[in-house]
T-cell receptor, first 109, second 115 residues
Framework: GQNIDQPTEMTATEGAIVQINCTYQ??????LFWYQQHAGEAPTFLSY??LDGLEEKGRFSSFLSRSKGYSYLLLKELQMKDSASYLC??????????WGAGTKLIIKP | DVKVTQSSRYLVKRTGEKVFLECVQD?????MFWYRQDPGLGLRLIYF???????EKGDIPEGYSVSREKKERFSLILESASTNQTSMYLC??????????????FGDGTRLSIL
């Protein structure tokens, strides 16, 4: 079957760095998305990786290893507004998104 | 900016009622999707559409139907609402991808309670 695994909850300190991991098993693979979702709001797009390696966008970076079925989202210089759920989703061979349950990130002062 | 608008943020209905959830997008996107989001579960795809008057079942279509009469509007219908359909419903839209896959843009969601 198809499956996405990510931690349920993580806690980090303001100003620090946090890495949110995601492992996936899909029928075929056409890339991996990360979304951010604040409580009570819509998910918003953060990143898309289809090739191996690290892509950096300001304080946020996303990494992909296709051979390991693994991705991570790296958040630097954490701010209180980064408290949110982070959703990992893999695109399978039929171009359908398989979603993880999300990682709730709690930032403490 | 892409705007996906869902008709209601909160909705309370009774068991057995027919419920309509409306979604409109303003970016001329071909693709539209309906998901439900429940605690501890990932987003689950109910139905999607790649064109007007076209619809495809997602992972959990039972108890639901959809309508896409115009490109910008995608409606989700609960034929006879049941308590297990109490959930957050999210609508999304996207352009077709060419190599790079276009991200989905989401509405703010409708929190539906069935009593």
């Amino acid at each position: 079957g198809q499956n996405i695994d990510q931690p349920t909850e993580m806690t980090a300190t303001e100003g620090a760095i946090v890495q949110i991991n995601c492992t996936y098993q899909t029928s075929g693979f056409n890339g991996l998305f990360w979304y951010q979702q604040h409580a009570g709001e819509a998910p918003t797009f953060l990143s898309y990786n289809v090739l191996d390696g690290l892509e950096e966008k300001g304080r946020f970076s996303s990494f992909l290893s296709r051979s390991k079925g693994y991705s991570y989202l790296l958040l630097k210089e954490l701010q209180m507004k980064d408290s949110a759920s982070y959703l990992c989703a893999a695109l399978d061979s039929n171009y359908q998104l398989i979603w993880g349950a999300g990682t709730k990130l709690i930032i403490k002062p | 900016d892409v705007k996906v608008t869902q008709s209601s943020r909160y909705l309370v209905k009774r068991t057995g009622e027919k419920v309509f959830l409306e979604c409109v997008q303003d970016m001329d996107h071909e693709n539209m999707f309906w998901y439900r989001q429940d605690p501890g579960l990932g987003l689950r795809l109910i139905y999607f559409s790649y064109d007007v008057k076209m619809k495809e079942k997602g992972d959990i279509p039972e108890g639901y139907s959809v309508s896409r009469e115009k490109k910008e509007r995608f409606s989700l219908i609960l034929e006879s609402a049941s308590t297990n359909q109490t959930s957050m419903y999210l609508c999304a839209s996207s352009s077709p991808g060419q190599g790079y896959q276009q991200p989905q843009h989401f509405g703010d969601g409708t929190r539906l309670s069935i009593l």
